[in-house]
């Protein structure tokens, strides 16, 4: 009786030490294969609830492919779809229930209009000029506060309104510091370099909002809006496509990072 006590006391403890892990491995779930010329950088994927189709759009130019897909990952559009906009951040805007996303530099910020297909044909400008940190930003939508959200160059989160793109705030991020782990140095500083320079990714997980890729450390890193401190590390697998800049992002729950040899967003979860 007592080693069956002592047998069951040791796995309630290692099920709780394991519950409260903040290290999750994520698996490949599905892959978006990019079709059309022009391109060798993803700018983002995005998920439109109504439509049911996820929108991956090359970076670079107005005539790069932008593929529609179904929820299957089957690609719906032809090979003459373009961004129509140099795009760099792409998101499903709850409020106005509309595509929109924010270019290259003084690009600003566009709409989507969509056909009865669901493909785009025509954009609307939001915003002109630069509303945004950097040339490459992209930008990440936030659905509960309509704020979009964009890395800078010292590992901060700039925010913005929706969808008139004004400066409204900033959040600090400690970059690779837990909470408990705090021992009052200067964040950021040394590990910037280790981290995607344009992206932030928000997932509307409670303490866990923003996600970072630590493409040194294989993972991504989600830091809660709250304090900013590292909440949960999701270790990728050793063969994911991991890049310096722009190639990741997040939509429908999936974490998204772009093989630039096979053009094509392969999906994590």
């Not at 910020?109 to 969509?114: A, D, G, I, N, V």
């Not at 000029?129 to 590992?155: I, W």
Request: glycine residues 8%; aromatic residues 12%; charged residues 20%.
């Amino acid at each position: 009786m007592r080693m069956f006590l002592s047998t069951t006391l040791l796995l309630a403890v290692s099920f709780n030490l394991f519950a409260q892990s903040p290290t999750k491995e994520l698996k490949k779930v599905m892959e978006l294969k990019i079709y059309g010329k022009g391109g060798a950088n993803g700018a983002c994927v995005a998920w439109h609830p109504v439509q049911k189709k996820y929108y991956a759009a090359m970076a670079g130019n107005v005539a790069f492919p932008m593929n529609v897909f179904n929820e299957k990952g089957t690609r719906l559009s032809d090979d003459e779809q373009t961004t129509l906009f140099d795009v760099r951040g792409l998101w499903y805007n709850t409020n106005s229930k509309t595509l929109q996303a924010n270019g290259y530099n003084t690009f600003g910020w566009t709409e989507y209009k969509l056909n009865a297909k669901g493909m785009p044909d025509d954009v609307r400008t939001l915003v002109s000029d630069m509303h945004q940190p950097n040339t490459q930003s992209v930008g990440a939508y936030n659905t509960r506060n309509n704020k979009v959200y964009f890395l800078n160059d010292e590992g901060s989160l700039e925010v913005y309104t929706a969808p008139n793109g004004t400066y409204e705030d900033l959040v600090d991020l400690r970059l690779s510091v837990t909470k408990k782990d705090d021992d009052g140095s200067v964040p950021n500083e040394d590990v910037l370099e280790n981290y995607n320079s344009t992206t932030v990714v928000y997932t509307g997980i409670a303490n866990a909002e923003f996600g970072v890729l630590n493409h040194i450390g294989k993972q991504i890193e989600l830091y809660s809006q709250k304090d900013g401190y590292l909440a949960q590390t999701l270790q990728l697998p050793d063969d994911a496509p991991f890049q310096k800049l722009l190639n990741f992002a997040y939509a429908n729950g999936i974490y998204w990072l772009f093989d630039k040899d096979e053009r094509k967003w392969v999906g994590y979860k």
